[in-house]
């Protein structure tokens, strides 16, 4: 096991899996982790979609996993509350009894209103894997922002439906850079807790993952780090563990080890369908529109904000637009649909009140990937699942943290796969066009520069030392870096900037942001955890001070 640690301090040490429970939270008893143990369903849509002309006390835009923890929070409070998403419920299977399609053959219903797939890995062997699909209302969302192509869960559940689950806490030391009007004290004692807790986190079985075949890539992805130097850190996820023990097995369905991941998990995953949404549909409170599709906010005349819906079918035509009033709304679209939305709407005038810190300070995450080609007695299985477990810590020396990643094809590759988070200092800006009608962002594909840089601080190690080199088939022909992409936008309405310091939007009492486009750019490791405690310690402040 060498130096194998586990990656946060509240996990470290734990010699079997576990549940990071919520130690001094007010929810320490409260069981929110896993499908197994999520309470009694009821459905979030049952009560049919909004109806034009409604009065609504809170209306939350977008169910990733700011709008989850705030509909929860207020709906505990005694608030009704109104979810508008623009993507599918996802509960209904397809024609082949899935709900979800596999990330090895995508159809209708892995991308978001495209005919072609945009796949993040765009080659293999050197040639090129996209196809062409029916044009749907599919789940991933490969939206092009110029020099960025800027991945996006749709559906509800947001991000959570397609992500890896990897639910990482950024050490304690990096916090400071992450959000530096947040008190740290509070954050670690108790709203990371109160976060992975209701996000049902935890770790690989070190024992099983040294002996489980799936795993033999990770392996691999240790010893080389090790051999070089670096730290290999186990990494928590939300993927229930035991559930992957028994699809090892083959005595359950399987999802991780079928290598399903980008385009939805049929089983083994808890989506934030199955915590913090399932708590809220429990509580009768909560009402979710899928396929509705916000378009503005604007002061309403008698108080409170009006607010217009286009209602979408699934290839994306609009067959409604609705008028809404709510007394509140929150922003929790992501970040790059929370900073288009407000961009829009100071520019056009109907939010005067926004300040000029309005779409700015967004960030990628560092993201940037790449392969390497390992010799032949370094294999890294045919068999690989889907869930990354563990990670390469060289954030203090080299600026780099890089996720050990599968490469699920189903053959054997000889490939090391690697997403890396790096300490890139490059912030872009959204902007409105006035002659397109439509928000842009400048972020440039050069600006990956440092991410490269930083990155290679680990994998020009490893290679030198194992006389290996980069994969250059990946993302082109004789392409090594995939710096084209992010999975992790961050940013474009900033805590304290262009909201108070608990999200309250400046210039408009009764609106709020409350989701990753807060965060300025970058959280040193994967981002979904900071972005679901940020969104606990503002729910908690908003609902004492405010409602
Ligand atoms: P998000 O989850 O994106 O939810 C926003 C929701 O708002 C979406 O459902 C939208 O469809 C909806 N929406 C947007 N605009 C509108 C509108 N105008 N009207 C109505 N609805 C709207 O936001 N993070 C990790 O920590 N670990 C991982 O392992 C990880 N892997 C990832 C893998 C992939 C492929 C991707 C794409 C992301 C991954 N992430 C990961 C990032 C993570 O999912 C992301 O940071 C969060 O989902 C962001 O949460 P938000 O609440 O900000």
Redesign the pocket.
Known sequence: MGDTVQYNNESRGVSRRRFITGTGSILGAMTLAGHAAAAPRRSLTAAGPIPSGAHVPVLV???????SVTALRLAQAGVDVQM????MAWDTPGSDGKIFANTTSPDYRSFWLRTRTKQ?ISNFLGFPIDKNVPRYTGI??AEEMGGIIV??????????L???????TPKRENFGAVLPSVNADEMYATYYPRANAGLGVGTVDPAWFDSADCYQYARVGRKQAQRSGFPFVFVP?VYDWDYMEQEAAGTVPKSALAGE??YGNNYGKKSLQKTYLAQAAATGRVTVSPL????SVSPASGGGYTVL?DQINTTGDTTATKTVTADRVFF????V??SK?LVKLKATGALPGLNDQIGKGWGDNGNVMCGRANHLWDPTGALQASI?CGGIDNWTAGGAFAEVAPLPTGIETFASFYLSITKNPNRAEFSWNAGTGTVGLNWQTAWKQPSIDMAKSIFDKINAKEGTIYRTDLFGTYKIWGDHLT????GGAVLDKATDNYGRLHGHPGLYVI???LIPGNTS?????T?TAL?ERNIEKIIATDL
């Open positions: 835009i977008g169910t990733g996993y700011g709008g508008v998403e623009m993507g993040p991933l969302d991945y996006q869960g749709r559906g509800v559940g947001g991000g959570s397609v992500n890896g689950g990897m639910a990482v996820d991941i980008l509705h599709k916000v378009t819906i929790a679209a992501g970040s649909g929370t939305l990354p999975y992790h936008p961050l989701d990753g486009a490791v994967n981002p979904f955890v972005i969104a």
